[in-house]
């Protein structure tokens, strides 16, 4: 027996190779969770770019041009609407387009693009940040699906919008919106989960309008 334990004994040069097994796995671990630290930074600094950048979604953004422009009443910092989306238990208000906190780092974005759901064929197109951190109003939008629903509530009016198509597109301060220009429709952008390069763009459109 006495044999035996002294065969089970680790001899000194094994105990320094396990300990330096251990001791990469950690430096590796430590690395990794920097890494990705540094490129979620990263991440959210290039969202903020595109959606900061004026020219987004303004291709391929169709709408009837030939209506009186809207009159919202004065601008301020306060929401004028509300945007739910119950399978994902979201739930923000956004601001007039004009408003000085419309703006990425703050809110949910409505891009200078948008018209109104008050308005024939319009394009209510709001932008937000996903990702990590408290401006990352989207990030759970990736789990949307086709047939899920969105609700706007503006001027006393309930708006609801049905997801009909989703895809994505390289990040180069630009978005090509492509929709039916003939139905009133809610278009949402955000970082696509889990891959830097490019963005997602949610199409849905309008199914219903009720009276608050």
Request: aromatic letters at 12%; hydrophobic letters at 35%.
């Amino acid at each position: 027996m006495v044999k035996n334990n002294k065969q089970n004994k680790l001899s000194p040069n094994k105990v320094a190779i396990i300990a330096s097994i251990m001791a990469l796995i950690g430096l590796y671990l430590f690395s990794y969770n920097y890494v990705a630290e540094k490129r979620q930074m990263a991440y959210d600094y290039m969202s903020a770019r595109i959606f900061k950048n004026k020219e987004v979604a303004t291709v391929n953004v169709e709408y009837d041009e030939s209506e009186e422009p809207e009159d919202n009443g004065p601008v301020t910092n306060e929401f004028i609407g509300f945007l739910e989306i119950p399978s994902i238990s979201f739930k923000k208000g956004f601001l007039h387009m004009d408003a000085e906190d419309n703006d990425v780092e703050k809110n949910i974005y409505v891009v200078p693009s948008s018209t109104f759901p008050d308005r024939k064929k319009s394009n209510l197109i709001i932008a937000a940040h996903s990702g990590t951190g408290w401006r990352a109003f989207f990030n759970d939008l990736y789990r949307l699906e086709k047939g899920d629903i969105a609700n706007v509530y503006f001027k006393g009016m309930k708006y609801t919008y049905k997801l009909v198509n989703i895809y994505t597109q390289p990040k180069v301060g630009t978005v090509n919106i492509y929709r039916n220009p003939k139905k009133s429709t809610l278009t949402l952008i955000t970082c696509t989960n889990h891959d830097n390069t490019t963005q997602t763009i949610y199409i849905l459109e309008l199914i219903s309008s009720t009276q608050e």
